[in-house]
């Protein structure tokens, strides 16, 4: 703990990042999810400080996930009160301790790298394209929504014309057009030594959109922008009012078939996106650090049990907070940890000035970070790669942007699983022969897979040949065929074929290379 302490300087400054840009978040994904506003916020402040806390991730941020969100507008629909909705959380998070327990986060290991960065790059992409109509004055669409098609009616090109067309609010572009200048600027201008280097760039996006907004009110009305474009977050009257806005599981609905079907998808969804996020989250990690993912799914279970009980939204790592959080220098998991702190702090003393933030100066903060992890460079770099790495990023890039994050990240797994299962079957043993010498050679470890190639390669050598089995470039032969090669040397005297088999791996697979016939030898 002391040695997570101590780096306070960097963690401190990244967690009012974070803060910042979850708050509009939780809102809006409470909002989309038919559930109070306030149980965005509650998830938020779990996901911060219980999941961190738990979490051996040093940079994953968690808390309401918009990939849940038509999930649990369709379990809040189904069952019969939001306490018994609260119930399938918990018991989603008991599940997800058990996936952990079970060892279950391994599975992430398997995700191809290009599948990873495409999905990194479609949220920054995403990003950029959903906070535009914010910054120019559009919020039909929620606050979080990675759905192509919206709510409003508009998808995620169509509202971008149609803000343009009807809804431009000048006084919105003014304040996301300072922002977004200041942001890149502050990014190149930002002192390295001094008090100053502390300064979250983001922190004064804000601070320059509320006073503008503030100004804009006393010297032009017209451009001062209507509460519907500012941050809305509950205000409660005193601290009495403030617990009220709690909420609590219903026991008596644990018989109910529905939440436990409601709780079993719950677990997998958040497991499935919390996996793919920390992941994501170790790749962009300047330090490379990798975290434990059966610990991971243990937290996240933790965390969904906790805010389940207290009336929040079940929580995921979420890659847009993580990727802020990188963006901002974070070092360890305080930054989380604090971030949880600052939402609690904020919405129990000051939420009325929480409201007074305009949408448009954290749509800034947002597109920001959507061009740090969408940067063309890293389509550049990926077709460099050649098309067995850039075909799938690319398909993972357009399915996620032209349906939503989980199933763009399925059509992406696929594409590269294709890929993946296309490169091992690739031709793994060699064939050559001169004079009266043939050599056939394992290139690579032989699986089951490879048993056809292999009995083809052998049937090609000719009678009354001299032949080498080169198996020195592998640690692993599959059983049926080391009978491929057991047969092949039985009949080799039949066709007068002298067999040299060269390699350890006779004399540690089992059943073993059968032992030396007339004419066969080992090198």
Not at 58 to 72: F, Q
Not at 249 to 278: K, R
Not at 311 to 335: C, D, F, H, Q, Y
Request: net charge neutral.
């Amino acid at each position: 703990m002391t040695s997570l302490l101590s780096r306070w300087k960097a963690d401190l400054p990244a967690s009012i990042v974070v803060a910042l840009v979850a708050l509009p978040l939780c809102l809006g994904i409470a909002l989309a999810s038919g559930a109070p506003l306030f149980s965005g916020i509650i998830a938020g402040i779990v996901g911060g400080i219980v999941v961190g806390t738990l979490s051996k991730s040093p940079l994953s941020v968690s808390g309401p996930a918009a990939g849940l969100t038509v999930i649990v507008l369709g379990a809040i629909q189904s069952l019969p009160t939001y306490e018994a909705f609260l119930l399938a959380v918990v018991l989603a998070g008991v599940m997800q301790l058990a996936l952990g327990f079970s060892r279950s986060g391994v599975l992430s290991e398997f995700v191809p790298s290009s599948v990873i960065t495409g999905m990194l790059a479609a949220i920054g992409l995403i990003l950029i394209l959903k906070q535009l109509p914010h910054a120019i004055g559009y919020d039909g669409d929620y606050e979080g929504s990675f759905e192509f098609l919206q709510a409003d009616g508009f998808n995620t090109f169509s509202a971008i014309t149609n803000t343009i067309a009807t809804s431009v609010e000048p006084g919105a572009i003014i304040i996301a057009l300072v922002s977004i200048v200041f942001l890149f600027w502050w990014e190149k201008a930002k002192p390295k030594d001094g008090p100053l280097r502390y300064l979250p760039g983001p922190l004064v996006a804000v601070v320059i959109g509320v006073v503008a907004n503030i100004l804009f009110g006393m010297l032009s009305p017209g451009l001062q922008l209507k509460p519907t474009h500012l941050v809305q977050v509950p205000v409660s009257d005193g601290i009495a009012g403030f617990l009220n806005l709690f909420s609590f599981p219903d026991f008596t609905a644990i018989s109910n078939t529905t939440v436990w079907t409601v709780a079993l998808t719950l677990a997998i969804v958040a497991s499935l996106e919390s996996l793919l996020s920390v992941k994501a989250v170790d790749a962009l990690d300047p330090q490379r650090r990798t975290t434990d993912k059966n610990r991971e799914l243990m937290a996240q279970g933790g965390g969904n049990m906790v805010s389940g009980l207290i009336g929040g939204l079940p929580v995921t790592s979420v890659i847009v907070r993580s990727s802020a959080n990188v963006e901002a220098k974070a070092e360890t998991k305080m930054s989380a940890i604090y971030h949880g702190a600052w939402l609690l702090l904020s919405v129990m003393f000051i939420p009325t000035a929480l409201n007074l933030i305009p949408l448009a100066a954290l749509a800034a903060v947002l597109i920001q970070t959507g061009y740090k992890l969408a940067k063309p460079a890293l389509f550049v770099q990926r077709y460099q790669q050649g098309w067995t790495q850039f075909a799938p990023f690319v398909v993972t890039v357009l399915a996620i942007l032209l349906t939503d994050l989980l199933v763009g990240i399925v059509i992406g797994l696929v594409v590269g699983f294709v890929f993946v299962i296309g490169r091992n079957l690739r031709p793994a043993v060699t064939f050559a022969c001169d004079g009266d010498d043939c050599l056939v050679r394992a290139r690579r470890n032989l699986y089951f897979m490879h048993k056809p190639e292999l009995q083809k390669t052998l049937d090609r050598v000719p009678d009354n040949m001299n032949v080498m089995i080169d198996l020195s470039s592998t640690n692993y032969v599959d059983l049926d065929n080391v009978e491929i090669i057991n047969s092949f040397i039985k009949g080799a005297k039949y066709r007068g074929i002298s067999v040299i088999l060269r390699g350890d791996i006779a004399e540690n697979t089992a059943p073993k290379i059968d032992a030396p016939l007339t004419r066969v030898q080992y090198v």
